[in-house]
């Protein structure tokens, strides 16, 4: 099987994903963004691995899965910590980092 279409979705939820991230202000929909964008690029790398026929695409879409979910306790972490504080949840109120 050829494939394109599996490409043509990657990029497509890369682009949505990329959009996301430079649109939307909320840090919970960012890290959203952020996790589609990291699927597209597993998807595209699985795509890969199967149409040469070796595995070292899929065990490197294990290692970003894993990379993914650290990012995503790190950032939730980060996000229920502002929370707690009653810190503004956006981004842009965000720029500086205080002590």
């Given at each position: 099987?050829?494939?394109?279409?599996?490409?043509?979705?990657?990029?497509?939820?890369?682009?949505?994903?990329?959009?996301?991230?430079?649109?939307?202000?909320?840090?919970?929909?960012?890290?959203?963004?952020?996790?589609?964008?990291?699927?597209?690029?597993?998807?595209?790398?699985?795509?890969?691995?199967?149409?040469?026929?070796?595995?070292?695409?899929?065990?490197?879409?294990?290692?970003?899965?894993?990379?993914?979910?650290?990012?995503?306790?790190?950032g939730l972490?980060?996000?229920?910590?502002?929370?707690?504080?009653?810190?503004?949840?956006?981004?842009?109120e965000m720029?500086?980092?205080?002590?």
């Amino acid at each position: 099987m050829d494939i394109t279409w599996y490409l043509v979705l990657s990029a497509l939820l890369f682009a949505v994903g990329a959009g996301g991230v430079l649109v939307r202000r909320s840090p919970l929909v960012i890290l959203l963004c952020l996790e589609l964008m990291l699927n597209a690029g597993n998807l595209a790398l699985v795509a890969f691995a199967r149409s040469s026929g070796n595995e070292e695409g899929q065990v490197f879409a294990l290692v970003v899965m894993v990379v993914a979910a650290c990012e995503v306790v790190i950032g939730l972490g980060l996000i229920v910590a502002m929370f707690r504080r009653r810190l503004a949840l956006d981004v842009d109120e965000m720029r500086e980092l205080r002590g």
